[in-house]
């Protein structure tokens, strides 16, 4: 049974902010987050394709060469913080192997990262599951946090599921969505956060930002890597690993995230190529959504209650929205040629279904340029769970925040027609 919704966090956060005046009373400062379409306040988009010098993008290799470069970077100095290094010292770990998992169809692997310099350690830990039943080389979908990877079988459904809340019962739907993955001939990995940086403003950068060199004994610079950046990073470290098993084909891996990891799904595949197919479910702010468009969690909002996800010099535009230099859809359009799949639900107006959609709408001039198809629409919102749209893909779904069998059942059908 879920939580009574003013129980929930969203609501909490939704109806109420605490804070502390200098007097040092305790004050209740209300912060209703707009949800009302008609009051959403006009807003201007950076367009994806201006040099900073003012000068027009008109052909592909303009994009590729100089603009492309030019929008990591703001996404880099104002969002998400400048990356870890990649690590040069390093081995992955098979700590456990078993050949006949899920009664002898798949091939499980649970892995680690050490890392050997500049700090030696563990820096990630990972779980995978490969179809036995492949013939050639096998395709991954890989995301954080997917599933428990300490139960003994992978539960997809519980991608809702976040550190330190109680697991929910395993449901038949969730292993019928692992064997349609599968089916299909995919293999599954999921991360998880424990090694890698823990979901906690004191803890996060305990683990991989450690040793990759970060001195942690001093405050965050404000361009340095929030949680977001360290958990894309372990996205690429097991994308790392995929390159080295023969088995794999490292050139057919999605990448994908629900909600925060939706949010680090998106932000692994813009600063990382080599991610075939990006899908990110009701990621919302600081994911697929518009900052800049007032409407569920703004940037104010979420740098509050979770200060540690993004780079210290984000938290300057709470209520400067608009003085962003970047904003999401520039985001997708980093993500461009390759294919990418928004998933909205219709009652996670904190998600801002919208501004998720208009993101991809306002990516698609990048899309045309580099020679592929967009969404092809411009404006109306597709139908309740009607997929729309082909290289840029979006659907919207009945229902409220989550990863369901309805959603995988659109991605695998996407990944795989
Ligand atoms: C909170 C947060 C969202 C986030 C979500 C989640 O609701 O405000 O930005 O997407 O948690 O990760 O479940």
């Known amino acids: 049974m879920s939580l009574p919704q003013f129980l929930s966090p969203r609501w909490g956060l939704l109806l109420l902010w605490v804070g502390w005046l200098a007097s040092g009373h305790l004050t209740l400062v209300t912060r209703a987050a707009n949800q009302d379409e008609s009051k959403v306040r006009p807003y201007r988009l950076p367009d994806p394709l201006r040099l900073e010098d003012g000068r027009a993008v008109t052909n592909a290799q303009q994009w590729i060469q100089e603009r492309r470069s030019q929008v990591l970077r703001l996404f880099e100095d104002h969002v998400y913080g400048r990356p870890l290094p990649t690590p040069t010292a390093r081995r992955f770990l098979v700590v456990r192997e078993d050949p006949q998992a899920l009664g002898g169809r798949a091939i499980r692997q649970d892995v680690q990262l050490e890392i050997l310099q500049p700090r030696a350690g563990i820096a990630l830990d990972f779980t995978i599951f490969l179809p036995r039943s492949a013939t050639g080389a096998i395709p991954m979908l890989v995301g954080l946090h997917l599933f428990d990877t300490a139960a003994p079988e ?77 958990w894309a990073w372990g996205l690429s470290r097991a994308l790392d690993y995929f390159e080295t098993v023969p088995e794999i084909d490292a050139h057919r891996v999605a990448v994908i995230g629900h909600s925060r990891m939706g949010k680090a799904a998106l932000w692994a595949s813009a600063q990382d190529p080599r991610f075939a197919w990006t899908i990110a479910n009701n990621s919302g ?87 592929t198809p967009g969404l092809g629409t411009t404006s109306a919102q597709p139908q309740l769970d009607q997929p729309l749209g082909a290289t840029l893909r979006y659907h919207r779904r009945a229902g409220q925040h989550d990863l369901t069998d309805v959603d995988w059942e659109h991605y695998l059908r996407f990944l795989s027609p």
């Open 285 to 371: 702010c600081g994911g697929a959504a518009l900052s800049k468009r007032d409407y569920g969690e703004t940037v104010e909002i979420i740098t509050r209650a979770f200060p540690h996800w993004f780079a210290p010099h984000f938290r300057t535009y709470a209520g400067h929205e608009d003085q962003l230099p970047v904003d999401q859809h520039q985001l997708i359009a980093l993500l461009a040629p390759r294919p990418v799949y928004v998933g909205s639900a219709a009652e996670d107006h904190w998600a801002d279904p919208q501004g998720e959609f208009l993101a991809l709408v306002h990516a698609e001039p990048v899309f045309h340029l580099l020679g």
């Open 154 to 230: 992978p539960r997809p459904a519980v991608g809702r599921r976040l550190p330190g809340q109680p697991t929910p019962d395993p449901t038949p739907a969730g292993k019928a969505t692992l064997e349609a993955i599968l089916n299909r001939g995919f293999g599954l990995a999921s991360l998880n956060l424990g090694y890698l940086a823990p979901d906690s403003p004191t803890e996060y950068r305990r683990g991989a930002a450690y040793l990759m060199g970060i001195d942690t004994n001093r405050p965050p610079e404000p361009t340095e890597t929030g949680a977001l950046g360290i």
